[in-house]
């Protein structure tokens, strides 16, 4: 779950992170009124959206007096924010925050993650800030340095130490660095966060490191017990289909092709797209029923990837451990006669009770192609989209 800049400021404050003052609002009338309310003569209007690159895509700008903050606002609010990282259809702008001004003496880059190679959490750090990371990975790796941290003993004053050199701050920006990453550290932790970014990261006219901008993801399968974060989801911002997929339990992923994936086990789904491409195909979807598959949730399996006007054939690859096959024939067969099903479904069994399953589905009198194996599967289902 991703949160708002805002929403990761207040985050930040909360933990003892210096950011600048800055008031989230919906509307321009409420964002001349932030802006007097902050003071001063200088102020970044930001668009609130899930994606970064929003200033080369026009979504931060700076206004120097209220009437500059009115228009901003009132440009941005109601619009489709398209960046780099949004897609091409963009995401809403229904919040923008409006900020104090920083004098920017320095930029530099920030962030924790789990590191899965390592199995920990690492920090990563360049002197290279406000860029693209990504593009200072590519262009100059030397920037970018990595500090990992043991879970048994915590981040430690010496790793605090290289992180601070690396950035070549001096002695009182050490000493505010260490801190700063000391309750980053502990917000990562306690907030169950797999991504905490912060960049750009900067020293401001004051010698001061502050927290100019914030990124938050939190755990999805750490929810449960974040529920004061749980509540700050802003569902505008997230994929319809992918949020219709979890409220029924379904792993679910959009991709660009037209072979409908319905397959339980993660592993396996991965398997089955890998397959697609092969044989010359493109997946639609990623999508995992999980190993209790019920006619239920076939039913709403279909019915989520039928929204997809691309799709062209489905292939169900189920694995019968958990639950039987026969028990799967039977949902997938009401699932195609209860959403009507109009285009190809090929159909590939194995497990328990399978000769049931397949016999089952060559009983129906319903146009679904079976399947021996996953190559026969996959070649079938790609021949069918064409």
Known sequence: MNLHEYQSKELFAEY????????????????????????????????????????????????RSADEVRQYATDMLGTQLVTHQSGPEGLPVNVVYIEEGSEIERELYL???????????????????????????????????????????????YQARQLAFGLELNKTQSRQ???????????FEEC???LVEVNPLIINGAGDVIALDGKINIEDNALYR???????????QEDEKEREAAEHDLSYVSLDGNIACMVNGAGLAMATMDLIKLHGGEPANFLDVGGGATSER???????????????????????????CDLIAEGII????????????????????????????????????????LTDAAKKAVAAAK
Do not use: C
């Open 16 to 63: 003892g992170i210096p950011v600048p003052k800055g008031i989230a609002v919906e509307s321009a009338d409420a964002a001349v009124a932030a802006a007097e309310k902050l003071g001063g003569d200088l102020w970044v209007v930001k668009a609130q959206v899930h994606a970064g690159g929003r200033g080369k895509a026009g979504g931060v700008k700076l206004a």
């Open 111 to 157: 962030s924790m993650l789990v590191d899965r190679e390592a199995s920990q959490v690492a920090f990563i750090a360049s002197a290279a800030g406000g860029m693209d990371i990504e593009q200072v990975a590519v262009e100059s790796p030397e920037q970018i340095f990595t500090v990992v941290i043991s879970p048994d003993a915590g981040l430690q004053p």
């Open 177 to 187: 660095f260490a801190g700063l990453i000391q309750n980053l550290y502990r917000l």
């Open 192 to 194: 169950d966060a797999s």
């Open 226 to 236: 974040q529920k004061r974060l749980t509540e700050m989801r802003d569902p505008t």
């Open 298 to 324: 076939v039913a709403n399996a279909f019915k989520l990837i039928l929204s997809n006007k691309n799709v062209a054939a489905i292939l169900v690859n189920i694995f019968g451990g958990i639950v039987r």
């Open 334 to 373: 009401s699932a195609v006669k209860e959403v009507g099903v109009s285009v190809p479904v090929v159909v590939r069994l194995e497990g328990t009770n399978v000769d049931k399953g397949r016999a089952l589905l060559a009983d129906s009198g319903l146009d679904i192609i079976s399947a021996e194996n």
